[in-house]
T-cell receptor
């Protein structure tokens, strides 16, 4: 049973560039959430996707956008990168409608460095 | 916004000792989750709690959902070196949507062999 997978593992970009991160949810899950984790902090919620739509959004600017595909996989896009966007980006999956459906399972993350 | 307060911030213990950490909130939670994160890795779910008063074990780990629904505790018995890592509590609040998880700032555990 495959867990949550993310790609790439590491990424280095320069200020002003754009980046796309990818996530495949755990088998049987239909909901994908994205989090940003700065060094020494807990993860911060960016947004969540279900049925290919954004359900809720955290306190992140419009430079952060996402997409969910029919196979439930998801992408996180960040435009006009800033130095402060350097962080570990985590994807988490869950399945709505199940008991404990708000229990989220995390992938290994993508380490983004903006120079 | 909603906050979870974890304590202690860090712990340095000897192998074999028991460990206790807790998490409190000003708001009610319907679910409490405890995760462990190793450096450069994603958080791994340790225990999920769904009912006030619930006590759940996972091997040497035991967690409790506080009866007020505003706190939770995690205990680790007979610690071993691989217990080293950052432990986070998290939960979706009941006041708004259950879509996002709010995380504490974590408890850094160091185990001296």
């Amino acid at each position: 049973d495959a867990g949550v997978t993310q790609s790439p593992t590491h990424l280095i970009k320069t200020r002003g560039q754009q980046v796309t991160l990818r996530c495949s949810p755990k088998s049987g899950h239909d909901t994908v959430s994205w989090y940003q984790q700065a060094l020494g902090q807990g993860p911060q919620f960016i947004f969540q996707y279900y049925e290919e739509e954004e359900r809720q959004r955290g306190n992140f600017p419009d430079r952060f956008s996402g997409h969910q595909f029919p196979n439930y996989s998801s992408e996180l896009n960040v435009n006009a990168l800033l130095l402060g966007d350097s962080a570990l980006y985590l994807c988490a999956s869950s399945r709505l409608g199940l008991a404990g459906g708000d229990t989220q399972y995390f992938g290994p993350g993508t380490r983004l460095t903006v120079l | 916004g909603q906050q979870l307060n974890q304590s202690p911030q860090s712990m340095f213990i000897q192998e074999g000792e028991d460990v206790s950490m807790n998490c409190t909130s000003s708001s009610i939670f319907n679910t409490w989750l405890w995760y462990k994160q190793d450096p450069g890795e994603g958080p791994v779910l340790l225990i999920a709690l769904y009912k006030a008063g619930e006590l759940t074990s996972n091997g040497r780990l035991t967690a409790q959902f506080g009866t007020t629904r505003k706190d939770s505790f995690l205990n680790i018995s007979a610690s071993i070196p691989s217990d080293v890592g950052i432990y986070f509590c998290a939960g979706p609040n009941s006041g708004g949507s259950n879509y996002k998880l709010t995380f504490g700032k974590g408890t850094l555990l160091t185990v001296n062999p």
